[in-house]
């Protein structure tokens, strides 16, 4: 395989930094690194963030929250979508689970029960309108009941914003931040401590100052992309991935290439043929002109169907010679603006890069 995801270290501590600037000292940082820290490599970049002096790690399920352990991270980890049947796998490596209903809430705390463990850290996440996880407001008496019986303590109370980078629902916006502060003025009024309070992911923290409470979690602006252009020029993408072209064809009016005939060579074409395909993350989506790779600065399309382990692309205008590198996206060359010429977005094109990938980490 010669297609290679390249991580770069320094863009983390860059971006890491930026992100604090834009938060108050005080404010405590959640690193989020599910899904193989969004495609680059979980460990890695978990121990880096640890390095400097993250607050909290972020993961979905528990079991990346344990691989993590096993491989010595100590920093603490939320597990954002904890299930109850891996609960006891959530004790036995002290990962702390957001709890998003008083089903999941009476579980946990009967498995401490069982286990009979006093004050296991946990959170509890509020529906303020995204209407995925969270508890409403009238459960508060019922989950009070509950941590009174001290066999879970609140470290966090959280909400998740459903829009914080599309400025044009800033009135939803405002109406889940108002709503969650006063999910926690009703909340905290029962409660003799003061858990740590967070709703905004990378864009809430760059466009709703007003809502980052005591912590922040960010992901997507930790890998280098804001959103938005306005934030995107002060974050650098972490990753850059490259492939190579193995072999050159020429293609005369008339000629069909790829499976199913899908390109018919109107004019006398070149194409190149690229060591990287669906099995990679380069969907099909991305076939048929629609998707590129970058050769020698110039744009060359992907030319018909999308194959397994295989895009052939364009190269007419463009040149280049057998065994050449060829970027899928790089710092120059951003994931978002590939994503977006296919209509998705950056998160889909970066957390889909296949295992097969070889990740190299460096610190420049
Ligand atoms: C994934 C996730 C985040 C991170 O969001 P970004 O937009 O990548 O910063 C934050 N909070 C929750 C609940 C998440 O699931």
Do not use: W
């Not at 983390?12 to 405590?28: A, D, E, F, G, P």
């Not at 740590?196 to 809430?204: K, V």
């Not at 959103?227 to 069909?256: C, F, H, R």
């Not at 005939?261 to 629609?290: C, E, L, M, P, Q």
Request: with cysteine; hydrophobic share 40%.
């Amino acid at each position: 395989m010669s297609a290679v995801l390249k991580i770069n270290l320094s863009h983390l501590t860059h971006n890491y930094q930026y992100l604090r600037s834009k938060i108050s000292k005080n404010v405590h940082f959640l690193a989020v690194v599910k899904a193989i820290a969004y495609g680059s490599d979980a460990l890695q970049i978990a121990k880096h963030l640890e390095f400097l002096g993250v607050d909290y790690l972020g993961v979905a399920y528990a079991e990346e929250g344990v691989e993590l352990r096993k491989n010595g991270i100590t920093t603490p980890i939320l597990v954002l979508h904890a299930q109850p049947e891996n609960y006891s796998l959530i004790i036995e490596h002290n990962l702390e689970p957001n709890l998003y209903s008083l089903r999941t809430i009476k579980l946990f705390d009967a498995e401490c029960a069982k286990l009979n463990i006093y004050n296991y850290p946990v959170h509890i996440k509020y529906n303020s309108g995204l209407n995925r996880l969270g508890v409403s407001i009238d459960t508060i008496d019922a989950i009070h009941s509950l941590l009174n019986c001290n066999r879970i303590k609140l470290a966090s109370i959280l909400s998740h914003l459903a829009s914080s980078e599309d400025l044009s629902e800033t009135e939803f916006t405002q109406q889940q931040i108002q709503r969650f502060i006063h999910f926690q003025k009703v909340f905290l009024k029962q409660l003799s401590y003061t858990p740590l309070i967070h709703q905004c992911n990378t864009s809430g923290i760059l466009n709703f100052p007003e809502a980052h409470f005591s912590m922040v979690r960010s992901g997507i602006g930790l890998y280098g992309f804001g959103n938005d252009s306005k934030y995107d020029v002060n974050l650098k993408p972490i990753a850059s991935l490259t492939a190579k072209i193995s072999q050159i064809q020429t293609l005369q009016p008339g000629e069909s290439l790829g499976y199913n005939r899908n390109y018919i060579a109107t004019a006398k074409t070149k194409s190149a043929t690229i060591t990287i395909g669906h099995a990679d993350g380069i969907d099909r989506i991305y076939g048929n002109g629609k998707g590129y790779v970058i050769i020698n600065h110039q744009k060359a399309f992907i030319l018909g169907i999308v194959c397994m382990d295989i895009i052939i692309v364009d190269i007419s205008k463009i040149n280049c010679k057998e065994g050449d590198t060829v970027i899928i996206f790089n710092e120059e060359y951003p994931a978002n603006s590939l994503a977006e010429a296919v209509g998705t977005i950056s998160y889909e094109l970066i957390t889909g890069i296949g295992p097969r990938i070889k990740r190299i980490i460096s610190d420049k």
